[in-house]
C-alpha cells in the first residue's frame, strides 16, 4: 500500500496490499472491491457507486473511471466511512449530496482530541458510540456521545447543541455501522 494511503479514519490496523479471495477475511487483510464493499456494509453496489461518483467515498487513485472491467479499490478508510454513510443513509434517506458532506465533515474531523477514541470505543463494540451531526452552513457540525443515554451537551458547537436554532439533527450509531465490518 501506498505511504500516502491513510490507513483508517481515526486510527485503525493498515489494510496490507494482497487480495484476499475469502470475502469475511477483505477488511483485515486487504483493499475492497466495490462489490465486497457493499456485502461488508449492507449497501447496494449502485449506490456505492452513485456515491464515489458524487465524492462521498474515494478509491484508490489510480483506479477510478478506468473503463468497463477495471475495478475501483476502497482502503480501510472509505471502509469505515461507507459503514456510516449506509447506516445514515437507511435511517435518513439521505440524497448524495448530503453524504458527501458529511463524508467531508469526518475527515475534517481525523486527529481531533476524542474523535480516536469515540471510533475506537466503537470498534471494540464495548460502548454504544453515537455520531451526533448537525447541519452548519454548507456543511455539518460534528459530536460523539458514548452511553444508552444520548448527552447532546457532546454534540456540536461550543456548549452543546441548541436544538431551537437546529433545523435537523442527524444520528448515527457508530458502533453499529462499524460492527458491520467485523462480520
Known sequence: MPDDLPNSLFDAPPASTRKAKNAKRVFEETLV???QL?????AKPRALQLWTDGGA???LEGTDRKGSGAWRLYSQVECELAAIL?????AFHLPVGMLTELA???RRQEGKAGQEEAFERARRGTHAVWLIAAPQGETYGLGF???AVLALSNAPGQAGLNLR???AILVVN??????RLKG
Open 86 to 90: 449506509t447506516e445514515a443513509h437507511k
Open 57 to 59: 467515498l474515494k478509491p
Open 174 to 179: 457508530l458502533t453499529a455501522a462499524l460492527g
Open 33 to 35: 472491491t466495490l462489490n
Open 38 to 42: 457493499a456485502k461488508l456494509v449492507g
Open 145 to 147: 456521545a458514548t452511553g
Open 165 to 167: 436554532e437546529c433545523g
Open 104 to 106: 467531508g465533515a469526518l
